[in-house]
């Protein structure tokens, strides 16, 4: 089974997936690498339209930032 995540807000809408990859690409952009991200952890706020996120490295480090979807 398959299944599908969406954000939706005014008609408008986002697939969960997408967000993930967004997050990961601002990452990349950023000079990180996959292999030293350690945990995600992603929010939304509806009201703003807004995903926040904070990446934990495996040096103990952190990276806050934010896309915006709509």
Request: proline share 0%.
């Amino acid at each position: 089974m398959k299944l599908n995540w969406y954000l939706q807000k005014n008609g408008k809408e986002i697939e969960i997936k997408e967000v993930e990859k967004k997050v990961k690409e601002e990452l990349k952009n950023e000079g990180y690498k996959t292999k030293d991200v350690q945990d995600v952890k992603i929010y939304f706020n509806a009201d703003e339209g807004i995903a926040y996120y904070t990446a934990l490295f495996t040096e103990m480090k952190s990276k806050s930032g934010k896309i915006v979807l709509f």
